[in-house]
């Protein structure tokens, strides 16, 4: 009975600037698909009277919500978040394309 070989399995990961740019770009879509989600489900973590379990105001959709501060911070900088990855993928993407460029 002969063995079949098979070729060298290629890394999909082949260098450090590819993981890093998968992360980040993963990253920005949990992001965006997070941003989207607490928008849309505001309502369901509020109230519309501030209480001891929900002293942050927010003010979104005409009127004013409040959250408890860790979920409150979180929906205030999500839109400095989403900014801060979608520069990093694209700084990355191109970092990612001049390493290609470069002869070896």
Do not use: Q
Request: proline share 8%; charged share 10%; glycine share 8%.
């Amino acid at each position: 009975m002969e063995w079949i070989t098979l070729p060298p399995r290629g890394h999909r990961f082949d260098s450090t600037i590819n993981i890093l740019h998968t992360t980040i770009v993963l990253l920005l879509v949990a992001t965006s698909l997070g941003f989207v989600a607490m928008g849309a489900f505001i309502h369901n973590f509020s109230t519309l009277h501030p209480d001891t379990a929900h002293p942050f105001p927010i003010n979104e959709h005409g009127g004013t919500f409040f959250l408890n501060p860790m979920l409150g911070r979180l929906y205030v900088n999500m839109p400095w978040i989403w900014l801060t990855t979608l520069g990093g993928s694209i700084l990355v993407t191109r970092l990612r394309a001049k390493s290609k460029l470069r002869p070896e």
